[in-house]
T-cell receptor, first 110, second 116 residues
C-alpha cells in the first residue's frame, strides 16, 4: 500500500537553529514528490517538486532533497516567520492524486 | 501568476440550507480539484475534474455536488450537510491530470465551512 510518513510530528526550534524535516515514502512508480507549506486556516503553498533521487532544490532558507526512500526539507537559520505546517505529498500512477503525509508542525521561537 | 481564488472565505449554514462554494483560476489549467481538510489532518481528495469532466469521485456523499461550468470555474454545491462536514474546503488546479514531477497542484486559500 502506498504510504507517506512525516517526522517529527512537531518541532520547536530557536531562531537560527538549523534542522531537517523527514518525509519517508513507499510509493511504487513515484512520479513526483512535493513539499508544501501551510499556515493555520489557509491553503497549502507550493514550495518544491522533486522527481529523481539525488535531486535538490533551494529557496531562501529551505533546501529539499530526495533519495529513493525519503525526502528531507532542510531549514537553515530559521526565522519565526518560517513557523507553519510543512506537508509532503507523493504522486504515482495514472492520475495526479496526491498522497499526503500528516505534516510536521514547525514552531520557531525568537 | 499561480493564484487560485475561492469564495466565500467563511460560510455558516444550517443542515437544511443549500449553499455553493466557488473556485476560480486563470492559469489555463485543465485539471481542478476539491479537497476537504479537518483540523490537524492533511487534505483529503474529494473530486477531480479534467477538461471540465468529472474524472474522480472519491466516494463522496451525494450531499456534495460538484460542477465545472468552464475551464476556469469550479463549484461545489452543498445540501443537507451534517455538522461533521464542517471543515476547510480547498480548491486546487494543475496544468493537466497527467501525473508528473512538474505538474504541481496550486491551492486556493480555502473556505472555512461550519454546519450548525
Amino acid at each position: 500500500e502506498d504510504q507517506v510518513t512525516q517526522s517529527p510530528e512537531a518541532l520547536r526550534l530557536q531562531e537560527g537553529e538549523s534542522s531537517s524535516l523527514n518525509c519517508s515514502y513507499t510509493v511504487s512508480g513515484l512520479r513526483g514528490l512535493f513539499w508544501y507549506r501551510q499556515d493555520p486556516g489557509k491553503g497549502p503553498e507550493f514550495l518544491f517538486t522533486l522527481y529523481s533521487a539525488g535531486e535538490e532544490k533551494e529557496k531562501e532558507r529551505l533546501k529539499a532533497t530526495l533519495t529513493k526512500k525519503e525526502s528531507f526539507l532542510h531549514i537553515t537559520a530559521p526565522k519565526p516567520e518560517d513557523s507553519a505546517t510543512y506537508l509532503c505529498a507523493a504522486v504515482r500512477g495514472a492520475t495526479n492524486k496526491l498522497i499526503f503525509g500528516t505534516g510536521t508542525l514547525l514552531a520557531v521561537q525568537p | 501568476d499561480t493564484e487560485v481564488t475561492q469564495t466565500p472565505k467563511h460560510l455558516v449554514m444550517g443542515m437544511t440550507n443549500k449553499k455553493s462554494l466557488k473556485c476560480e483560476q486563470h492559469m489555463g489549467h485543465r485539471a481542478m480539484y476539491w479537497y476537504k481538510q479537518k483540523a490537524k489532518k492533511p487534505p483529503e481528495l474529494m473530486f477531480v475534474y479534467s477538461y471540465e469532466k468529472l474524472s474522480i469521485n472519491e466516494s463522496v456523499p451525494s450531499r456534495f455536488s460538484p460542477e465545472c461550468p468552464n475551464s476556469s470555474l469550479l463549484n461545489l454545491h452543498l445540501h443537507a450537510l451534517q455538522p461533521e462536514d464542517s471543515a476547510l474546503y480547498l480548491c486546487a488546479s494543475s496544468r493537466t491530470e497527467t501525473p508528473s514531477a512538474y505538474n504541481e497542484q496550486f491551492f486556493g486559500p480555502g473556505t472555512r465551512l461550519t454546519v450548525l
